[in-house]
Every structure is written in structure tokens, then in C-alpha cells.
């Protein structure tokens, strides 16, 4: 009997212990969610959502909660009511828990013999939604009733109202009042109609199985009946009201959002920079909010265009296309075409915009630019457009290693590679051009002359200082890199363009601007740190030259040419592997490249005919309602009379007849006349 009554003294006893403790340990664990409505409800938000720079939600990763958040006073009364008749019709009147329904799930458990715990008041389903796991156990039960009577204490009815609402969820990825009107009825929750309202309550219990849109709409239809019913016992409605809102149709719109639909390639590129950051794990449980670069109307409206394109070039043997946008001010990355569709087992996945290809002719600009800063070029310097065999190798260097100059012509005559010479796209030759001539009409024997003074080591120099990655070593270049022989990144090579756009300044590539942890506390946010990469002088230079369209007007016409100043340069590779155009006007950059994800040979797909028309179209769109901006040369700059013959070692011009800018102190200082 002793003993017996010591157990039941230590049973006693470990009751009241773990009744007691529970209740502390409880507060202590949640003590920080419960001190605002903002960190209640975002408790246990987890996993990853993309934000593009107006704030407006298109990706989300790990199970990501999408919720928009409005006041009470935004939610219709009728719809309150409703929700309240439907989960919790004595919301206003218990202390967070309601004892009989507690008793009455408890019996249903003994009498199914199952563990339900049902009987949730809305408090405790704010509790189980927003701070407990969905583990069903006698403990969580008691700390939901716990923290239910603490929320109570501590906020309004009316409070508690506006968080569940803005938290609980309705089904077809719809968290909260606000996204669930707009997925079902593609309005917000004010306009909400009392039949509506019915309707959004009814699917609550069950939201997969309920779901107006793929669910049991019967039955859903059948709750929201009874829940008017409801409405009107409870003297929220008149019968007649009841009545009007049974017959009135749903009027359901289906609003789908794009939730990871819309760029693919650029969301897990930012998903991957977070990772690499903070780890993967605490990015599948952080809740975090990043608000990126992506304009999401201008992403939608890319990705049709090179969808379009691309099959329009179907019959030419073009299988995909690629293009980026980016603000040259800051370099924030507003578009990202990765490819034409995503879905594509067969080439959909890669990211076209971040692997290396062979930019042809696109690449240019960057040796030219070298020679400008090395003072071996001016825009009116002579080049030699003619037939050219270039020696591929350093001839003095070359020499020197053989014992005799009869030695190192026979190993010469031995190597297929030792010589070079290009020729134009076109066939044609021209004789002698100025160096504005020959970039504008991306003339290849000049450029190959350029890049024989600039040097290939130094050519390197200048495509890494501007932020090419992707080439390294010398020794594996020839002079036919200047022809785009190397592989640079679109995105990259688009961002080269930018530094050009934006006066010499190189900012580092951006996709994040602001991330905001699941409190609503930014934790990052992006500044730009514009560094000078190249003088404004010389960047101008090459403005200046890309977006002339009269001096582009020999090979290329009119089918660059926009609505406003732009400059802009195409690419073809060997055998039309890749066809590439890259532009910019002063506040905005686009490069597009199109073409097949293993380099098979387009059919006479150049530059100008695959990737010019996405460009162009993308300019226009994206340009279209902004004040229209000139390339104005900076103080640095002159302008002086020359032409083609003018010699940039004498620093004389044959005759005064053509207006030409020059950095100041390389403009001739003589001239004769013809």
C-alpha cells in the first residue's frame, strides 16, 4: 500500500512539475515571436523567396511561404464574419481555447481511437500555423493553448483576427486574405463580394481537396451554403442577403501568378550566390525576402521576343537564344534570358547568358580601346583594309631562337598556323579607312592590324580590366582573338559595353539589392562602388564610333539604326556559330546572343540577322517613353579637322576636310593642303 501511494506521489508530482515547467520553457522559446504581430506571423517562415526591384514576388525556393499582408480594416466585414462562422464562431468571446471543444476532441480521440487533437480555436490555429511545428502530440497541444493564452493577452481580438487572416492558408499556394482573392477572383481582398467570402471560408478546412479552381467545387459549393446559413444565425446577414449570395455565380478568374515561371536561370543564379554566401541549409530555413535587379515586366517581354526570334530562325537551323539588360550606371542586371525555354530536357537548363562562347567581331572594341588608351590609334588614323599575311608570332623573338634565319624559314614553312590572313565578312576590300570607319563597319583585316600593335598580352590586359573572366593564358590566342577567337560570357561581355555606356566606370555585376530577414529587417543592401577602368575620353571614343550610323552605312545600312543615338556592335564566329549583338544608349545596355548550345553551324545566321533584331527590339521597347540622350563628348575631348590620312606619329593631316574628336593632345597640329 506504501508503495502504491509513493508512485502515485511521484505521478503527482511529475504532473505538476511538467505543468509547471512547460508553461516557462514555452514563453522562453517563443518569448521574442510574441513581441510583435510582424514576428509572430513569420515565425516559422522558412525557405527562399525572389522579389524582382519593384517587390513584386516571381521565384521562391524550399517551401517558401508567398504572403501579402493588408490591415483588418482592408478586409471586408462580411468576409471576417464569414471566416469567423466557419472556424470559430465564439472567436470574440473565449480566452484563446475553448474547454468544451477541448473536451469534445477529446472524446472523439477516445472514441476513434485516434490522436486529432482538434477543437482549435482561430488563436490556436494562429499558433499552430505561425509558431509550433504540425507534430500532433499532447505537449504541443498544451503549449498551442499556452501561447494561444499569451496572445490573447498580450494583442486585441481584432489583432489576432488581421494575423490569421494575413497567415492562414487557402490553398493553391494562396497564404493569407489578400493572395487568395487574387488567386481565385484576380481582385484584391476589399472587393471581396459576401458570396466570395463564403466561398474563401468554406475551403479552409480542406484547401487542397476544396480548392474552387481543382478541387471539389461540389463540395465546396455545399460548405459555403452552410456557412451563410451560419451567417444568418448568427444575425451577420439577412436571409435574403443569404439567398442572393447562393445564387450569385463566383465570377472565379483564375490568376496563377508566375511563381517559378519566370526566370529561371536568373533565380537560381541569385540562389547560388546565397549559397555560396550563407550556406544552403540556412537559406532553406532562413525566410528570407530578396528583392533583386529583375524588372519583371522586361524579363516577360524578353523572353517572348527571343522565343520568337529564335523560331522564326527555326528553318536556319537555330535552336535557342540568350540575352541580358543592364542599367550601365550600376550594372544591376534587369533581364535574363538564359535560354528560349527552360522546360527543354535537351538544351533548356544551361545558361546561355554565363557559358563561355566565341563573341566574333563583338569582341573588337576591347583591343580597340587598348590602342586608343596606348596612344596607337586615333579614331582618324589610317588602317589598311587589303589583302594581309600576318606573322602569328613575335618575328624578332621568333628569329632569335634558330641559329640561322634559313632555319627559321624552314620550320616557318612547316607551321600552318605561323601566318594569318583575314578576310572580311563581305569579301570586299577598301583600301585605306580611318580607324572610325573600320570599327564601325567591323572591317576584320584593320582590326587584325590593331590587334598586331596593341599585342595579344596586352589585349588580355584589357578584356580582364574590364571584366572578361573566362580568358587566361596567352600562349592559347592568336591574333584572330581581336575576331572574337577567345570565349567570353554574354553577360560579361555585355557589362564591357556598360563600362563604355558609362563613362569609363566598371561596377561589379549585381542581382541582389536588399535582403530582408523574415522579421521585415533588411540584413543586406547593395551599394555600387564605381571604379574608373578606362578615361572617359577614350570611353566616349568608342561610343562615339559604335553608334555612328553613317560611318557603319558601307556594310551595315540602316539595319542597326533605332529611334535614338545607339552604339552597337554584332558578332559572327566561324562557320555562323554564334550570332551576338551588343548596344547600349547612356542608361541602358542589351546584349543578345542566338545560335545552338554545341556549336552546331547556323545557316548564314550573322550577327545582324539573328541576334540585331532582338536587340533592336528590346532597345525600343525598353527605351520607349525615356528622354532620348546624345553620347556627349567629356572636357578631355576635341575636335579637329583630318581625315584618312591623318599620321598619328607626325601628328599631320594630308588635308583639312573631316570633323573628327580626339583625346586632347593627339588632334594633328599641322595640316597640308590636298
Not at 469534445?104 to 480521440?109: E, G, K, P, T, V
Not at 490573447?152 to 483576427?161: A, N, P, T, V, W
Request: proline share 5%.
Amino acid at each position: 500500500m506504501r508503495s502504491v501511494r509513493r508512485n502515485l506521489l511521484v505521478i503527482f508530482f511529475a504532473i505538476t512539475t511538467f505543468i509547471s515547467v512547460i508553461p516557462v520553457f514555452t514563453h522562453m522559446v517563443f518569448a521574442t515571436a510574441l513581441n510583435s504581430q510582424e514576428s509572430l506571423i513569420r515565425r516559422n517562415d522558412a525557405g527562399l523567396v525572389l522579389l524582382d526591384y519593384k517587390n513584386r514576388p516571381f521565384f521562391s525556393f524550399y517551401s517558401a511561404k508567398l504572403k501579402k499582408e493588408v490591415p483588418l480594416s482592408s478586409i471586408p466585414k462580411q468576409t471576417q464574419q464569414a471566416i469567423i462562422v466557419s472556424e470559430d464562431k465564439d472567436f470574440y468571446y473565449h480566452p484563446g481555447f475553448s474547454i468544451p471543444a477541448i473536451i469534445r476532441s477529446a472524446m472523439d480521440n477516445v472514441k476513434n481511437k485516434s490522436l486529432s487533437y482538434g477543437g482549435s480555436t482561430i488563436t490556436q490555429q494562429l499558433v499552430k500555423n505561425s509558431l509550433l511545428s504540425s507534430r500532433k502530440d499532447f505537449l504541443r497541444k498544451y503549449q498551442e493553448i499556452i501561447l494561444a493564452s499569451e496572445i490573447e493577452r498580450k494583442y486585441s481580438k481584432d489583432q489576432i483576427l488581421e494575423m490569421y487572416l494575413n497567415s492562414t492558408y487557402f490553398g493553391e499556394g494562396s497564404f493569407g486574405i489578400e493572395a487568395a482573392a487574387n488567386t481565385y477572383f484576380n481582385k484584391s481582398a476589399k472587393k471581396l463580394t459576401l458570396a466570395q467570402s463564403a466561398a474563401l471560408a468554406a475551403i479552409l478546412p480542406s484547401p487542397s481537396r476544396l480548392s474552387l479552381l481543382y478541387g471539389d467545387f461540389g463540395e465546396a459549393k455545399k460548405r459555403q451554403k452552410l456557412i451563410l446559413e451560419k451567417m444568418v444565425q448568427q444575425g451577420f446577414i439577412t436571409n435574403k442577403q443569404k439567398n442572393q449570395a447562393i445564387e450569385e455565380g463566383l465570377a472565379i478568374v483564375p490568376h496563377l501568378t508566375d511563381i517559378n515561371n519566370i526566370a529561371p536561370h536568373f533565380a537560381l543564379m541569385v540562389r547560388d550566390q546565397l549559397i555560396e554566401q550563407y550556406g544552403e541549409e540556412a537559406i532553406a530555413r532562413s525566410g528570407f525576402k530578396v528583392k533583386t535587379t529583375l524588372d519583371l515586366d522586361w524579363q516577360k517581354y524578353a523572353e517572348k521576343t527571343v522565343a520568337q526570334q529564335v523560331a522564326r530562325l527555326k528553318p536556319n537551323r537555330v535552336s535557342n537564344g540568350a540575352a541580358v539588360t543592364l542599367d550601365p550606371t550600376t550594372s544591376e542586371i534587369r533581364v535574363m534570358v538564359g535560354s528560349t525555354d527552360w522546360y527543354d530536357d535537351e538544351f533548356g537548363k544551361v545558361n546561355l547568358a554565363l557559358a563561355p562562347r566565341p563573341p566574333g567581331s563583338a569582341f573588337k572594341p576591347i583591343v580597340y580601346v587598348k590602342a586608343l588608351e596606348e596612344g596607337i590609334l586615333t579614331p582618324a588614323t589610317l588602317l589598311h583594309d587589303q589583302p594581309t599575311r600576318f606573322a602569328n608570332f613575335d618575328e624578332d623573338k621568333y628569329y632569335a631562337s634558330f641559329p640561322t634565319r634559313t632555319a627559321a624559314l624552314a620550320a616557318l614553312a612547316r607551321d600552318s598556323q605561323a601566318y594569318y590572313s583575314p578576310k572580311n565578312y563581305d569579301g570586299r576590300f577598301r583600301g585605306l579607312v580611318t580607324v572610325r570607319k573600320a570599327l564601325a563597319n567591323s572591317l576584320n583585316v584593320p582590326a587584325v592590324e590593331v590587334m598586331k600593335k596593341v599585342g595579344i598580352e596586352n589585349a588580355l590586359d584589357s578584356a580582364k580590366n574590364l571584366g572578361i573572366t573566362t580568358l587566361k593564358d596567352p600562349s592559347n590566342y592568336g591574333l584572330s582573338l581581336v575576331l572574337g577567337a577567345g570565349e567570353v560570357k554574354l553577360l560579361e561581355l555585355t557589362n564591357v559595353y556598360a563600362v563604355f555606356a558609362n563613362q569609363g566606370l566598371k561596377n561589379e555585376l549585381t542581382a541582389i539589392l536588399e535582403i530582408i530577414d523574415k522579421n521585415g529587417h533588411p540584413i543586406y543592401q547593395y551599394q555600387s562602388d564605381p571604379q574608373p577602368v578606362i578615361a572617359k575620353e577614350y570611353a566616349f571614343l568608342i561610343s562615339s564610333i559604335l553608334s555612328d550610323n553613317k560611318a557603319r552605312n558601307d556594310v551595315f545600312g540602316t539595319v542597326l539604326n533605332i529611334s535614338r543615338p545607339a552604339a552597337v556592335k554584332t558578332g559572327t564566329t566561324e562557320n555562323y556559330k554564334d550570332s551576338w549583338t551588343v548596344g547600349f544608349t547612356p542608361s541602358l545596355v542589351i546584349g543578345v546572343w542566338v545560335g545552338n548550345n554545341f556549336g552546331e553551324p547556323m545557316d548564314g545566321i550573322a550577327g545582324s540577322l539573328g541576334a540585331a533584331p532582338i536587340w533592336k527590339d528590346l532597345m525600343e521597347k525598353f527605351s520607349a517613353g525615356t528622354p532620348i540622350q546624345q553620347f556627349e563628348p567629356p572636357e578631355g575631348i576635341i575636335t579637329a579637322s583630318s581625315n584618312c590620312s591623318f599620321d598619328l606619329s607626325t601628328r599631320i593631316a594630308s588635308y583639312s576636310a573631316i570633323s573628327e574628336y580626339f583625346v586632347k593632345g593627339t588632334e594633328p597640329v599641322k595640316s597640308c593642303k590636298k
